[in-house]
């Protein structure tokens, strides 16, 4: 299976395909906010609702997308031994070698194509970009670099590692420091939630199926009450930096326990659908949201006096993630089998075989 379609599930039992409903739901999620964020980059101008609902769900996709990315970490490095070096962190790095070259020729094309941008100009953007870990594949180089930590530190849980990605996450959480580059920020913020995806994968995993409804709806007051406390004080000295801790804490327990309860449902089939492509989604839809914005403005010269400006306003966002989320699933389906694009080969040589007992004792031992 390719990195670009790579199930959760495939590797433990059906009740588990909750994790690809997760990931679905925050992938489109991501694609959501940039929908935002490359409209009002072209001039257009977007409800501020939408602004409002992505900074409320920026606070729970990311996290969450790496707690899951976590999971079976422990358990790839015990099945594979040496060759997990290059499965998983030497694999992201060629994804981000790989989709850093697209990018540098998929630039100048939307420049070209667009009107008031050069070929240069989004040329000289995306290399400037690449260089300060700005662009929008950061999420493959940091997944390389918690994969080789993760290789580095074992399967059993290191106190002292956590506890530093603890204080890592309150230095960078919104508002503590200063922003040094998005992927920066976004490696410190979520490398406890991928350490604690990866050591903890089964307890979590155990805790999700077991949960009570009413632990559930508990979990989702707090986190409805963390995100109250959190939202008043954001421009607040001091208080923003305390206030930001609590809610990527607890919308992501919430989360898990409402997709999970959600998954197989009626209307739900798009997010395990989607889930199980997240990677070649991340990776495709920064490229296809600006294409199809730049093309737009070859036909609309002035964004503000358009008469299409107040539908963009009100439905250009959600129309813009639905559109560019199916053509990245159309690519994706095209490219699944093309060698390299989503991923180095996999190793000739069985892997070793993991038995019911070796599971046991490494989940004993996470414990």
């Not at 199926?209 to 707090?222: E, H, L, R, S, Y």
């Amino acid at each position: 299976m390719s990195a670009g379609r790579m199930s959760s599930s495939s590797s433990g039992a059906g009740r588990e395909q909750w994790m690809d409903t997760v990931k679905g739901a925050a992938i489109v999620l991501v694609v959501f906010g940039h929908s935002i964020g490359v409209l009002t980059q072209w001039g257009w101008d977007v409800f501020g609702g939408w602004s409002q609902i992505n900074v409320l769900m920026g606070q729970w996709r990311m996290p969450v997308f790496m707690l899951v990315a976590g999971f079976f970490v422990t358990r790839s490095m015990t099945k594979y031994g040496k060759r997990f070096w290059r499965l998983r962190p030497l694999n992201m790095v060629w994804l981000y070698v790989f989709w850093t070259a697209v990018y540098f020729v998929a630039y100048p094309v939307i420049g070209a194509i667009s009107r008031g941008r050069t070929a240069g100009e989004m040329f000289a953007l995306i290399v400037e970009k690449t260089l300060l870990f700005d662009s929008y594949l950061w999420f493959l180089l940091a997944l390389a670099i918690y994969y080789a930590v993760q290789g580095l530190l074992g399967t059993k849980p290191v106190p002292w590692a956590v506890a530093l990605a603890f204080l890592v996450f309150l230095y960078f959480v919104p508002g503590m420091v200063d922003e040094v580059s998005w992927g920066t920020n976004q490696l410190g913020t979520n490398w406890l939630f991928f350490l604690v995806g990866a050591w903890w994968s089964q307890n979590i995993r155990s805790w999700v199926a077991q949960i009570k409804p009413w632990q559930g709806v508990m979990w989702c007051v707090v986190c409805l009450a963390a995100i109250l406390l959190w939202m008043p004080t954001r421009d607040v000295p001091v208080l923003q930096h305390f206030g930001g801790i609590l809610p990527p804490l607890t919308a992501v327990p919430a989360g898990l326990w409402v997709l999970s309860r959600l998954d197989g449902k009626p209307g739900m089939g798009w997010a395990r659908y989607v889930g199980t492509r997240s990677l070649s989604v991340y990776v495709l839809h920064p490229i296809v949201l600006q294409l199809l914005i730049a093309a737009l403005s070859v036909v609309v010269l002035d964004p503000t006096t358009s008469a299409l400006a107040t539908p963009v306003t009100w439905i250009g966002v959600p129309v813009l993630m639905v559109i560019a989320l199916l053509i990245c699933l159309v690519i994706q389906r095209l490219t699944d089998r093309v060698p390299y694009v989503w991923g180095l080969p996999a190793p000739r040589t069985a892997p070793k075989r993991i038995t019911g007992e070796e599971v046991t004792a490494q989940t004993n031992a996470n414990r």
